[in-house]
């Protein structure tokens, strides 16, 4: 699924191609899951005509910031969703597939903006892709103040929390770590990839409870968060520019693929695997130690975990929504009594539900 960087990737080549420009047309294709209380042709009636002022990303989500009085449109990727601009390759999360065809319209398109440029008269045209359907395109008055952005969390580029406010955050939870990065009214815009490049860097294992991390782990977490979110930005999500000690590098293949990441040693490092939030998270063994404060599984959910994984070894089978909620659970605090504390409902896999 894209992520923060990807999503930022699409929102600047937006921005590229229709800042100050004019939406002349809008080709839609009748879709009611990936158009999200609106329809096709409401979407093309709210766009065609106005000017695009901006586009913006929060976390997982970009929206267009038009002219006049009309709403906005928000859009999300899901998992397979991606942007693809006449003549041109689609940019996809990982890697071009070897059938990737520059024919127009797109197979999979769900719209295509058609932006001129009043200045030459020329015109572009750039399509929303989604195969599985689980995008979604919204329209409302103000992005920033509606769902879904004003459901998430910080944005680790955008609103990053001070440290203390951050160890706050972190401390009240007992979910285990990987699940509350993910959980996206939490840290907005952190997915599978990102979040298991944020323990590895701060050498936590993804199954750490939240509440057992010391000063020294936290600090390190607050630090990689961003950390690891702006340096992915800064080069336009092109993994081939991500540094070479980075995780994201070699975790791709769950085993059945050779790596070279190395130790601060220069022994070669062991990457694991293993199941947390519904999600395959790969960490290195020697570096990112197993302590106390972990959540137990059942040898069924082993066994589940085990086959979970997709073939890239990534386990991005997940519903279409990053929008996790949340839901009480009772900690035992003190002998005889106890509190609540919002802790990750783990997503359920399945393409039914609407974001």
């Not at 693809?84 to 689609?90: C, D, E, H, P, Y």
């Not at 015109?123 to 359907?133: G, N, S, Y």
């Not at 203390?164 to 815009?189: H, M, N, W, Y």
């Not at 782990?217 to 961003?226: F, M, P, V």
Request: overall charge positive; some cysteine.
């Amino acid at each position: 699924m894209p992520e923060l960087p990807e999503v930022e990737r699409a929102a600047a080549l937006l921005r590229t191609l229709a800042k100050g420009k004019q939406i002349a047309r809008v080709e839609a294709v009748e879709d009611n899951l990936v158009f999200s209380d609106t329809t096709h042709s409401e979407f093309e009636k709210e766009l065609e005509g106005r000017t695009v002022k901006d586009v913006a990303r929060y976390g997982k989500v970009f929206y267009f910031d038009l002219d006049g009085d009309g709403r906005m449109p928000v859009l999300h990727f899901g998992m397979t969703g991606m942007l693809q601009v006449k003549g041109q390759l689609a940019t996809y999360y990982k890697e071009t597939p070897r059938k990737a065809s520059t024919d127009w319209p797109p197979r999979f398109m769900k719209f295509i903006l058609h932006i001129r440029d009043e200045t030459t008269g020329s015109t572009t045209e750039v399509a929303f892709l989604d195969a599985r359907r689980l995008g979604r395109v919204r329209l409302v008055k103000s992005p920033l103040e509606e769902p879904p952005i004003s459901a998430l969390g910080f944005d680790p580029i955008l609103s990053m929390p001070k440290l203390e406010p951050f160890k706050v955050q972190v401390l009240r939870r007992t979910c285990p770590i990987k699940a509350l990065l993910l959980d996206q009214s939490f840290s907005a815009g952190v997915g599978n990839w990102v979040a298991d490049e944020v323990l590895y860097h701060a050498r936590i294992h993804p199954e750490r409870r939240c509440h057992t991390l010391d000063d020294t782990e936290l600090a390190a977490l607050h630090l990689q968060t961003h950390q690891v979110c702006q340096t992915a930005v800064d080069v336009n999500a092109d993994d081939a520019k991500f540094p070479g000690d980075w995780l994201f590098k070699h975790r791709w293949g769950k085993g059945k693929k050779k790596h070279t990441l190395l130790l601060p040693s220069g022994e070669p490092a062991t990457i694991k695997w293993v199941t947390v939030g519904g999600r395959t998270s790969a960490f290195v063994a020697e570096l990112q130690k197993l302590s106390g404060g972990v959540a137990g599984r059942s040898s069924r959910s082993r066994r589940r975990a085990k086959s979970s994984a997709e073939d890239e070894g990534e386990g991005e089978g997940e519903s279409e929504s990053d929008l996790t909620p949340l839901e009480d659970e009772e900690v035992q605090t003190k002998p005889g009594r106890k509190r609540k504390v919002a802790v990750l409902e783990v997503t359920r896999r399945t393409r039914s539900r609407k974001t």
